[in-house]
Nanobody, 125 residues
Framework: QLQLVESGGGLVQPGGSLRLSCAVA????????IAWFRQVPGKEREGMSC????????YYADSVKGRFTISRDNAKNTVYLQMDSLKPEDTAVYYC??????????????????WGQGTQVTVSS
C-alpha cells in the first residue's frame, strides 16, 4: 500500500507561483502513475496532471497545460507540481494520488485508490 503526503500549499497572488510536493511513503518502483487533482467545494475532483512511474512520461489537462509542470525525484520519493501564472480560479484543495493502473484513463479519479490528505492553494490579491 502507498501513503502520500502533500505539502507546499498556501496563499499566492494572481500571476504568482507555487510548488507542491507529494512525498510517497513505502515507495515502490511498481506504481504506474502519480497524479495531481484539485477540488473546489461543491464540484467534482478535477485531474491536473500525472506522471508515469516507469518512464516518467507526463500528461496534462488542457486547463493547466503550459502553466503547470509535473516532475519527480526518485531519490527523494517525491513528485512535484510546479504551478506558474496562477489564477484565482486555481484556488482549490490539491491532492496527489497514486495507482497501479496503466490504462489510458490518465486523470480518471476512480482509477486512483491511494490519496493524500490534500493541501489548500488560494490565489487571491
Amino acid at each position: 500500500q502507498l501513503q502520500l503526503v502533500e505539502s507546499g500549499g498556501g496563499l499566492v497572488q494572481p500571476g504568482g507561483s507555487l510548488r507542491l510536493s507529494c512525498a510517497v511513503a513505502r515507495f515502490t518502483s511498481g506504481y504506474a502513475r502519480i497524479a495531481w487533482f484539485r477540488q473546489v467545494p461543491g464540484k467534482e475532483r478535477e485531474g491536473m496532471s500525472c506522471i508515469s512511474g516507469s518512464d516518467g512520461s507526463t500528461y496534462y489537462a488542457d486547463s493547466v497545460k503550459g502553466r503547470f509542470t509535473i516532475s519527480r525525484d526518485n531519490a527523494k520519493n517525491t513528485v512535484y507540481l510546479q504551478m506558474d501564472s496562477l489564477k484565482p480560479e486555481d484556488t482549490a484543495v490539491y491532492y496527489c494520488a497514486a495507482t497501479y493502473y496503466s490504462g489510458r484513463d490518465y486523470l480518471d479519479s476512480r482509477r486512483y485508490p491511494y490519496w493524500g490528505q490534500g493541501t489548500q492553494v488560494t490565489v487571491s490579491s
